[in-house]
């Protein structure tokens, strides 16, 4: 729901050069995981499935703590940035916790939809629609181009999980939130469309890539419980963001002569998306029963299971939209189900991250 790859990725340690933290919003930004912008994404999400299912007052009520939650996320970065500059350094140049920038993209245009949607505010979403636009191209071309050239690789199995997936999020958060704009873009809402309709199609594709590569590494590696890491949820969201924006595709382009020329191949691959998602979800609740139950991992809070509630929230919502858009009454309370099982997980993640923050001498963000 979530960069953020296996052992080495949610749990490897966090550089230890530069200056030494020197209090503890000091030492909150030097260890801040570069995928704790999941709590954003996270958030957003569930505020959304909340609005489609009548529940109004919820979807209000995390609407502003998710402004807060990204304003402050983006003051540790910042400060991180400006005090810490080593590691945030040895963070984009590992195959690991690199990945997890780009939870920012999603984190922004999530909010840019809630900002739409829930707070009638078209004009914020623009700024975090250009915002997370740009902070897309930033990340995907920076971070691909340093993990390329870099001399020193990890074996397959050491650097690669569902955390490398959250490309594939942030290229269709972006998408998702260009077709919710086309409508408020007057004579530019075609281009607008035409954007969402490629970085579609190039989401879909880098989907493709990554999952192969995953799924290898699942049949023909090792796995031990500590190489589940929440992120792998996200080889669900991924799919179910896609479907998203499909759907979104569907609903916005009824008018648009470049998706009416394409109606049968989004629909179909919008299904495509929808039913590859779906075919995620008991495979990795399987492997959760197994980890936690049959190897006995321990169930403790991690800033990366806000990774794993993110699947869940999107799939209630692209289930519900592509249920609006291809008109398919059997999938019945399907949706609802979905949103249940996010909120309960949010609240879980929650509590954890408040016992956190409270508890006497807190680990450190990101730890």
Same mark, same amino acid.
């Given at each position: 729901?979530?960069?953020?790859?296996? %052992?080495?990725?949610?749990?490897?340690?966090?550089?230890? =050069?530069?200056?030494?933290?020197?209090?503890?919003?000091?030492?909150?930004?030097?260890?801040?995981?570069?995928?704790?912008?999941? #709590?954003?994404?996270?958030?957003?999400?569930?505020?959304?499935?909340?609005?489609?299912?009548?529940?109004?007052?919820?979807?209000?009520?995390?609407?502003?703590?998710?402004?807060?939650?990204?304003?402050?996320?983006? !003051?540790?970065?910042?400060?991180?940035?400006?005090?810490?500059? !080593? =590691?945030?350094?040895?963070?984009?140049?590992?195959?690991?916790?690199?990945?997890?920038?780009?939870?920012?993209?999603?984190?922004?245009?999530?909010?840019?939809?809630?900002?739409? #949607?829930?707070?009638?505010?078209?004009?914020?979403?623009?700024?975090?629609?250009?915002?997370?636009?740009?902070?897309?191209?930033?990340?995907?071309? +920076?971070?691909?181009?340093? #993990?390329?050239?870099?001399?020193?690789?990890?074996?397959?199995?050491?650097?690669?999980?569902?955390?490398?997936?959250?490309?594939?999020?942030?290229?269709?958060?972006?998408?998702?939130?260009?077709?919710?704009?086309?409508?408020?873009?007057?004579?530019?809402?075609?281009?607008? #469309?035409?954007? %969402?309709?490629?970085?579609?199609?190039?989401?879909?594709?880098?989907?493709?890539?990554?999952?192969?590569?995953?799924?290898?590494?699942?049949?023909?590696?090792?796995?031990?419980?500590?190489?589940?890491?929440?992120?792998?949820?996200?080889?669900? +969201?991924?799919?179910?963001?896609?479907?998203?924006?499909?759907?979104?595709?569907?609903?916005? +382009?009824?008018?648009?002569?470049?998706?009416?020329?394409?109606?049968?191949?989004?629909? +179909?691959?919008?299904?495509?998306?929808? %039913?590859?998602?779906?075919?995620?979800?008991?495979?990795?609740?399987?492997?959760?029963?197994?980890?936690?139950?049959?190897?006995?991992?321990?169930?403790?809070?991690?800033?990366?299971?806000?990774?794993?509630?993110?699947?869940?929230?999107?799939?209630?919502?692209?289930?519900?939209?592509?249920?609006?858009?291809?008109?398919?009454?059997?999938?019945?309370?399907?949706?609802?189900?979905?949103?249940?099982?996010?909120?309960?997980?949010?609240?879980?993640?929650?509590?954890?991250?408040?016992?956190?923050?409270?508890?006497?001498?807190?680990?450190?963000?990101?730890?």
């Amino acid at each position: 729901m979530s960069g953020v790859p296996a %052992a080495p990725a949610g749990h490897g340690s966090t550089p230890e =050069r530069g200056p030494h933290p020197a209090g503890p919003l000091d030492r909150a930004a030097a260890d801040l995981h570069p995928a704790y912008f999941a #709590l954003v994404m996270a958030t957003g999400i569930v505020s959304l499935a909340a609005s489609i299912h009548g529940f109004a007052s919820l979807a209000r009520g995390l609407l502003w703590p998710n402004v807060v939650f990204f304003a402050a996320l983006w !003051a540790l970065t910042l400060l991180r940035l400006a005090r810490h500059r !080593a =590691r945030v350094l040895a963070d984009l140049a590992d195959h690991n916790r690199s990945v997890g920038f780009f939870t920012m993209v999603p984190a922004a245009c999530v909010l840019g939809t809630q900002m739409l #949607l829930i707070a009638d505010s078209p004009a914020a979403a623009w700024g975090l629609w250009i915002f997370g636009a740009a902070l897309w191209a930033l990340l995907t071309y +920076g971070i691909f181009t340093i #993990l390329i050239v870099k001399p020193s690789k990890p074996a397959l199995a050491d650097g690669l999980s569902g955390g490398w997936l959250v490309s594939v999020v942030a290229t269709q958060a972006v998408s998702v939130l260009a077709g919710q704009l086309a409508g408020h873009a007057g004579t530019h809402g075609e281009s607008l #469309l035409l954007v %969402a309709l490629v970085m579609w199609l190039g989401g879909a594709m880098l989907y493709v890539w990554i999952i192969a590569l995953i799924f290898y590494r699942y049949m023909f590696f090792p796995f031990k419980p500590s190489d589940l890491a929440p992120p792998y949820w996200i080889n669900m +969201g991924a799919m179910a963001i896609s479907t998203l924006a499909g759907a979104t595709l569907l609903l916005a +382009g009824k008018e648009s002569p470049v998706i009416q020329g394409l109606l049968p191949f989004v629909r +179909g691959a919008t299904l495509l998306f929808w %039913a590859t998602a779906t075919w995620w979800i008991p495979m990795l609740l399987i492997l959760g029963v197994w980890r936690h139950i049959i190897k006995k991992f321990p169930l403790r809070y991690d800033p990366l299971y806000w990774g794993a509630v993110f699947p869940l929230g999107m799939y209630s919502v692209a289930t519900a939209r592509m249920n609006t858009a291809m008109d398919l009454p059997i999938l019945g309370h399907v949706p609802a189900v979905a949103f249940y099982a996010a909120i309960a997980a949010w609240t879980l993640a929650a509590i954890g991250l408040g016992h956190r923050l409270i508890a006497p001498k807190p680990p450190a963000l990101g730890r």
